[in-house]
């Protein structure tokens, strides 16, 4: 097995990166390897060691972007429909990659400024029900004795923006063809995108997609409140063909199809901001940006030399104003769709699971492809003019992009530069959604990514050991093994510059080669350790060993 290894290594190398990557995207095998050179201070002798990049973007990187949807996939299932009651420890809220909504969006000023609670009057009241501890779902029980624990997959979406581009549809048995006269076909380049651009609310569009997760984090508080119990979730945030995000939501436990409707119709979030509605300065306004002003400490108007209000000035003042209005109001479409799968019914919940993470490999600003110069003008014209709102409105109350409105932003220091928040909300890759896609409540598994990881290998682990595999071991070249004499690190690591005169192209090559013929082999033989659990043999009786491989690529 090992001179086959070798063999496939010798062969790769002789191929460009290219072509290597594409065999390295086959074998599910990272194609931009983190490279690292390690030494081990006891041998001096010294290796590059590639670590997996980690992107969850197929653009970027399919394998680990595969990889990552695989383990959301995990996560979604192990939470679902989960039946006992976490023991979760009393520091909970650490847990890395969670998040729990009922704080959310108290800060500061929500503490120092206190607004009434009143709802607003367009808006539907809820009815409130006593709150359960509970976090899993009823069961029911069958006419014919069987008991079914249900749970729901919830779509959620934003209002419209203006008329968009659609498929004909039927009424009265009538073709009725787009808004725009025409009968589009399924495949037409300017689906969804809007009739009149110069007519659809980019500003409100882009505004939602800042705000978004606030309106979902009081979509959540309002149906525990309506469902009387503390429902867990496994959500992901999505991009609709129109580019406004909607989100996917798998919820343990049901409540009727009705209360979730009247919920997401109820629910808002007001962003009590000052205003923001045109731009006083920086090109769109034809005026010079603010300037610093060492003295003061403070943004000030380069023409006339006054200071510009704080953000804490600017809340004083929208406080003080009776007539005050938020800035934003984020509500939910009337589309809703709702969901029942049971636990046990394995096909449906793989395929809602399969829906729920399918499009986690792709960025929002890549709903219409990863290459602009493929893109219908109509598309490219829809993603142009929603990403101009997105960069220059404000993203939070740090952001730099307050200077443009006239207010220095919270916590300003002279190295701001006005007009370029470095918050990813505003790059042309998020639109908007600067957050995480994937949101997941504390007590859906009580488990951080990296337990997860943990599980999948430990069942990998068990596989091989009962066929008589030895599994690699991956803490071999751990910072934490010290040397025997003086405790200190044996091995240590220091990446790999593209500049550096030792680090070419082709040791790339030779790492990437040597990952693809290490996971043929280790695929080769946790496939042959899964055939003999199922034909019930034992393991084989040479001694093999996931971790029989040559030394890695050494420096040069």
């Avoid at 793989?350 to 110069?373: C, M, Q, R, V």
């Avoid at 709102?389 to 300003?412: E, R």
């Avoid at 990952?515 to 082999?521: E, G, N, V």
């Amino acid at each position: 097995m090992t001179n086959t290894a070798t063999h496939n290594r010798i062969t790769l190398d002789r191929f460009p990166l290219d072509v290597v990557q594409d065999v390295a995207i086959t074998n599910g095998v990272c194609v931009r390897p983190i490279l690292n050179r390690v030494i081990d201070t006891e041998t001096g002798t010294e290796r590059i060691v590639g670590v997996s990049c980690g992107s969850t973007l197929v653009s970027k990187c399919p394998p680990c972007a595969e990889a990552n949807r695989r383990l959301r996939m995990q996560q979604c299932r192990e939470g679902w429909h989960r039946d006992t009651e976490l023991d979760l420890p009393a520091d909970d809220d650490q847990l890395e990659d969670e998040a729990e909504p009922d704080d959310a969006g108290t800060d500061e000023e929500s503490t120092r400024r206190v607004r009434s609670t009143r709802r607003r009057q367009d808006a539907p009241d809820l009815p409130r029900v006593p709150m359960d501890k509970r976090t899993v779902g009823t069961t029911f029980r069958a006419p014919n004795g069987k008991t079914y624990r249900p749970s729901m997959f919830l779509t959620l979406t934003l209002d419209s923006y203006g008329a968009t581009h659609r498929l004909p549809y039927r009424v009265k048995g009538k073709l009725m063809p787009c808004s725009c006269g025409v009968h589009h076909s399924p495949n037409s380049p300017v689906l969804s995108t809007p009739v009149d651009p110069s007519t659809y609310d980019y500003r409100r569009a882009a505004l939602d997609a800042l705000h978004f997760s606030k309106g979902v984090d009081r979509f959540v508080q309002n149906l525990r409140r309506c469902a009387g119990y503390k429902a867990q979730y496994f959500a992901v945030v999505e991009p609709q063909k129109r580019l406004a995000p909607h989100l996917h939501m798998a919820v343990r436990g049901t409540v009727p199809r009705e209360l979730v409707r009247q919920v997401a119709a109820a629910t808002y979030h007001q962003v009590w901001w000052p205003e923001h509605e045109t731009p006083l300065y920086g090109s769109q306004a034809g005026n010079d940006l603010p300037v610093w002003d060492e003295y003061a400490e403070r943004f000030l108007d380069p023409a006339t030399g006054v200071l510009l209000p704080t953000w804490d000035n600017a809340l004083d003042d929208l406080a003080a104003d009776p007539a005050s209005r938020p800035a934003h109001v984020v509500r939910f479409g009337e589309q809703v769709d709702y969901k029942g799968i049971v636990a046990g019914s394995d096909a449906k919940v793989g395929k809602a699971i399969g829906y729920l993470t399918k499009y986690l490999g792709k960025a929002i600003g890549e709903t219409y492809g990863d290459d602009p110069a493929e893109l219908h003008s109509a598309q490219l014209d829809h993603l142009n003019r929603l990403h101009e709102h997105v960069k220059v409105l404000p993203c939070s109350p740090t952001c730099a992009n307050w200077l443009l409105y006239g207010i220095t932003p919270k916590d300003a220091t002279g190295n701001l530069v006005p007009g370029e928040c470095d918050s990813k909300a505003h790059d042309r890759e998020h639109l908007g959604l600067g957050g995480r896609r994937v949101l997941v409540s504390r007590q859906w598994t009580g488990k951080t990514l990296t337990d997860h990881r943990a599980d999948r290998a430990e069942v990998i682990r068990q596989t091989l050991a009962a066929a008589g595999v030895e599994m690699d071991d991956q803490t071999a070249l751990s910072v934490h093994q010290t040397t025997t004499d003086d405790e200190q690190p044996r091995f240590i690591w220091t990446p790999v510059r593209p500049g550096d005169e030792d680090a070419p192209t082709q040791k790339e090559v030779l790492a990437l080669a040597y990952s693809i013929t290490k996971r043929i082999r280790w695929r080769e033989q946790y496939d042959a350790a899964k055939q003999r659990a199922r034909d019930g043999t034992g393991p084989p009786t040479d001694g093999n060993s996931a971790t029989d491989q040559r030394p890695a690529t050494t420096a040069a």
